[in-house]
């Protein structure tokens, strides 16, 4: 059974969300403050977050970004749950590691949808077919270690920026739409949301660096990496 942990300060939407999440064969527990969430999500190693932005105690964001910079802690899946809707607030929420962003009001069948989604990314990584350890470019990409060098250096990626690099590397030279993108790095069956796209890919190019320069946007359509 997959374990959830939810941190969100409004009870009733909490209890909801363990409600539906449990209907769905979760295990999901509640925590309505941020230093108490951030203390349980270090101990208790949860499969996925689903984690409010703005809580008493500690911000979201900052949850985050303590949770990115621990190796035990890295790779959990979060989806940040917050009422801004602003495209700022949703490339903030991906800079700090988030992996997906919903925003209030949803409806629980979304919520549904989006966990599955991201779980099943997540589930579904160690089957990608790819070398250990190959080199496109400048930039090296480890899979078992999960890391990226760009220019000799290493970079600190999100899981979805890696997982995104990984997947236009696998396709190299070949035209990956937004859609597409979606549906393979983020598990969507339907068309979702392609700013986020958008957002992550301008993320990763400017961690990478002047290697970025090898995903090329394809204008109306998506990206691909050329050499």
Known sequence: MKRVLII???KDLAELL???????GYAATCVHDGKLGLERASTDLPDLILLDLMLPGLLGTEICKALRKEKQTAQIPIIMITAKGDEID???????GA???IVKPFSMREVSLRVKAVMRRFENEADIQ??????IGNIVIDKQRHTVLSAGGEVDLTSTEFKLLLFLAEKKECVQ???????NVWGYNNSGDTRTVDTHVTRLRG??????????TVRGFGYKIEE
């Not at 949703?90 to 700090?96: N, Y």
């Not at 790819?130 to 080199?135: H, K, N, Q, R, V």
């Not at 739409?177 to 549906?183: G, K, P, T, V």
Request: hydrophobic share 35%.
């Open 177 to 183: 739409s937004r859609e597409q993108l979606l549906q």
């Open 18 to 24: 363990a409600f539906n999440l449990e209907k769905e």
């Open 130 to 135: 790819t070398p250990a350890l190959f080199s």
């Open 90 to 96: 949703r490339v903030v929420g991906f800079e700090v």
């Open 8 to 10: 969100e300060d409004e």
């Open 99 to 101: 992996d997906d962003y």
């Open 207 to 216: 961690k990478l660096g002047a290697p970025g320069d090898i995903i090329k």
